[in-house]
Nanobody, 121 residues
Framework: QVQLVESGGGLVQPGGSLRLSCAAS????????MGWYRQAPGKQRELVAI???????NYSDSVKGRFTISRDNAKNTVYLQMNSLKPEDTAVYYC???????????????WGQGTQVTVSS
């Protein structure tokens, strides 16, 4: 199987920065795209940023210019650098791995357990 483990969440003041990490482990051959989603209380889960194996990126309009997604293909790890954080960024952030080829021939999508990000003074 494949596991995604996130780290780096926490409490930060408005205007501050945090860096999230997500490492995928298991019998992984390749990962097509990795991304970050978030879900605030009472709201649907939404895409924050996504990066392909070729390092093409896409961001939601609400985080463009403030967040940067990157990945280390050799480590099957994706990062989210979050700068100029706002209270409205408060949410549980989930890592996603899309199009994972694992155990030689299986293909699937996987989610991390989520990490809380709270932006408050």
């Amino acid at each position: 199987q494949v596991q995604l483990v996130e780290s780096g969440g926490g409490l930060v003041q408005p205007g501050g920065s945090l860096r999230l990490s997500c490492a995928a482990s298991g019998s992984i051959f390749s990962i097509n795209a990795m991304g970050w989603y978030r879900q605030a209380p009472g709201k649907q889960r939404e895409l924050v940023a996504i990066i392909t194996s070729g390092e093409s990126t896409n961001y939601s309009d609400s985080v463009k210019g403030r967040f940067t997604i990157s990945r280390d293909n050799a480590k099957n790890t994706v990062y989210l650098q979050m700068n100029s954080l706002k209270p409205e960024d408060t949410a549980v952030y989930y890592c996603n791995a899309h199009g994972v080829v694992y155990m030689g021939y299986r293909v699937g999508d996987f989610w991390g357990q989520g990490t809380q990000v709270t932006v408050s003074s």
